[in-house]
T-cell receptor, first 113, second 111 residues
Framework: KAGVTQTPRYLIKTRGQQVTLSCSPI?????VSWYQQTPGQGLQFLFE???????NKGNFPGRFSGRQFSNSRSEMNVSTLELGDSALYLC????????????FGSGTQLSVL | LAKTTQPISMDSYEGQEVNITCSHN???????ITWYQQFPSQGPRFIIQ???TKVTNEVASLFIPADRKSSTLSLPRVSLSDTAVYYC????????????FGTGTRLQVTL
């Protein structure tokens, strides 16, 4: 069974641009959650989706948004990029809702110049 | 929302048993305790999950005292490949709770 797939693996953007990251969960998994990881702040929860509905959202500005499609694939979008948005963005999938065993992808390393 | 506290770093020699303790004083009744391992430039990997007492699998054991305000991850006979960051995570299974990762414990294993 294929693992969680995140694309792209690396991304370089400039301030003010927007970016869309993609996550394909493990087949059969209906929950997808997103995390931002930086050396200074560690792993921070962004949001969680289950059956196309956002179940929970972390403390991030409205520039961060996401969605989940009917096939459970998920995207997150960051608009008006800032230098501080440079981070590793991780996606995790699970069978059910939150704190089930999470399966993480390798992440998308975003650099904002 | 349960906050977790772990040691920032630990050092061990290969072949030793390593115990990493996580404090979660305000754990809720329906919260489970889960540990993840993360290598550089990779996503965290599930190690073990428990609710109370002791859980053991092929790679680790998890000890949870009766008051559940802390938990200890035990790694038997560590090897160099166990050098990683270990995260303790507390949250409610089946609820839409925000999953909060602590700062993690950076384990360095040497010969």
């Amino acid at each position: 069974k294929a693992g969680v797939t995140q694309t792209p693996r690396y991304l370089i953007k400039t301030r003010g641009q927007q970016v869309t990251l993609s996550c394909s969960p493990i087949s059969g998994h209906r929950s997808v959650s997103w995390y931002q990881q930086t050396p200074g702040q560690g792993l921070q929860f962004l949001f969680e989706y289950f059956s196309e509905t956002q179940r929970n959202k972390g403390n991030f500005p409205g520039r961060f948004s996401g969605r989940q499609f009917s096939n459970s694939r998920s995207e997150m979008n960051v608009s008006t990029l800032e230098l501080g948005d440079s981070a590793l963005y991780l996606c995790a999938s699970s069978l059910g809702i939150t704190n089930e065993k999470l399966f993480f992808g390798s992440g998308t390393q975003l650099s904002v110049l | 929302l349960a906050k977790t506290t772990q040691p920032i770093s630990m050092d061990s020699y290969e072949g030793q048993e390593v115990n990493i303790t996580c404090s979660h004083n305000n754990i809720a009744t329906n919260d489970y305790i889960t540990w993840y391992q993360q290598f550089p430039s990779q996503g965290p990997r599930f190690i073990i999950q428990g609710y109370k007492t002791k859980v053991t699998n092929e790679v680790a054991s998890l000890f949870i005292p009766a008051d559940r305000k802390s938990s200890t991850l035990s790694l038997p006979r560590v090897s160099l490949s166990d050098t990683a960051v270990y995260y303790c995570l507390v949250g409610g299974t089946g609820t839409a709770s925000k999953l909060t990762f602590g700062t993690g414990t950076r384990l360095q294993v040497t010969l």
